[in-house]
């Protein structure tokens, strides 16, 4: 007889409590926490006070953090851990906080509601209460630039995995549809100094783009396009991008956006569409299937999908040939040969 192994109730007490770490490091990203820190270690009292909280939360907030790794303490003195000290710095250009902000200022509040949104089908953020998220996001400036860089920390991985596993030297010209603030165009331009190109996306992202594109030293080959991807043509370039955008739209639109893509595209040009992609059994992937729920909190009729999925609607549009490859931290890209 098999042993039976005995049953455990630990890991549903600490999946189903997670919030509570999630809480406590969205909280020190507000709070700048690790940008404190990144200027030279403080005492307890030195760092509540540069943080403004309140005595009675400081030692249990501070060693929480120690506990979740993100801080290091040598007896009243914390500094920062070495990932958080790298990543959660606001001063340091590999910040990638910025989308664990929006995810404290807007996700955060709104999966409270997830299970009205699986009754109704319904998105509960902005558009609950009648408002456009994109149109919400647009209209103040500061969300624009926070949502724009969030994006760049969101999709930095795959941005660096797609500069490198692509193969950039069968092509000259790319343009990225929807490229919030320019990430994936600066990565693969910087790696890659035979190639031109841009992106595209609603005109209020203009002055974003343009600034990171400038700020990384890449405006000679890199332009912005304004452009609505539901009333215009795609731009014509040698590879077209869509990266985290076919997730937003249901799928007539998705068939929609693939095809605007192919049209655009000469004969051996690429379509390289990246998302959290699903696997194909649709039983591993977590971050895929829980950004597909994500999909249901913001959108009216976005989910995330399989590459067995993406590839059958690029072979139905026209696409001869098609793979997936895996780029990092669940994120995989689906590559379309015309
Ligand atoms: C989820 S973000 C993805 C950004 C970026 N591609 C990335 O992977 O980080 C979706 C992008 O689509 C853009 N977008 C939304 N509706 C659009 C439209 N109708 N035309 C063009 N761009 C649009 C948004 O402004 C936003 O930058």
Same mark, same amino acid.
């Given at each position: ?13 600490e ?17 700048g926490?690790?940008?404190? &820190?990144a ?7 030195e760092?509540r /006070? ?7 939360? !400081?030692?249990d907030?501070?060693?929480?953090? #120690? ?16 990932? !958080? ?5 606001k001063?340091?250009?590999?910040? =990638? ?13 709104? $999966? ?37 860089? !969030? ?9 660096l ?6 193969? $950039? /030297? ?16 600066? /990565? ?13 996306? @609603?005109?209020?992202?203009?002055p974003? #783009? =343009?600034?990171?594109v ?10 912005? /396009? ?12 040698? #590879? ?19 095809n605007? !893509? ?15 992609i ?10 895929? &299937? ?5 999909? @249901? ?5 976005g ?8 590839r ?11 793979y997936v490859?895996?780029?990092t ?5 689906? #590559?379309?040969?015309?």
């Open positions: 007889m098999s042993a039976v192994e005995p049953l455990d109730s630990e890991r549903i007490l999946l189903g409590l997670a919030f509570w770490s999630s809480k406590t490091l969205l909280s020190a990203v507000e709070l926490v690790f940008t404190e &820190l200027n030279g270690p403080l005492t307890t009292g760092l /006070q540069r943080i403004g909280i309140h005595e009675r939360a !400081a030692r907030f501070f060693d929480t953090l #120690v506990a979740l790794r993100m801080l290091e303490r040598d007896g009243d003195v914390y500094s920062n851990a070495a990932e !958080a000290d790298a990543f959660l710095d001063a340091k250009p590999s910040y =990638t906080g910025g989308l664990l902000e929006m995810a404290n200022s807007r996700l955060y509040g709104f $999966w409270g509601n997830l299970t009205e949104g699986l009754r109704t089908g319904q998105p509960q953020n902005e558009a609950k209460v009648g408002e456009d998220l994109f149109g919400v996001l647009y209209s103040d400036p500061a969300r624009l630039r926070e949502f724009a860089q !969030a994006m760049t920390a969101i999709s930095m991985g795959s941005a995995a797609i500069a490198e596993k692509f193969p $950039w /030297q069968r092509y000259k010209t790319f343009m990225d549809i929807g490229t919030a603030q320019g990430n994936i165009p600066v /990565q693969v331009a910087g790696k890659h100094p035979h190639v031109t190109g841009g992106g595209t996306d @609603l005109p209020p992202l203009e974003v #783009v =343009t600034e990171y400038a700020a990384n030293g890449l405006s000679d080959r890199l332009r912005f /396009q304004a452009h609505d991807f539901f009333t215009d043509p795609f731009p014509n370039a040698d #590879v077209l991008i869509m990266g985290h955008i076919l997730h937003d739209w249901d799928l007539t639109e998705k068939k929609m956006l693939i605007k !893509a192919y049209e655009a595209l000469p004969d051996d040009g690429a379509l390289i569409v990246y998302d959290a699903v696997d194909d059994e649709r039983r591993e992937n977590v971050y895929g &299937l829980t950004m597909s729920l994500n999909m @249901l909190i913001e959108t009216p009729g989910f995330d999908y399989t590459g067995a999925d993406c059958a609607w690029m072979a139905e549009i026209g696409f001869s040939d098609s490859e895996p780029l931290g669940g994120e995989s890209m689906v #590559v379309g040969i015309k």
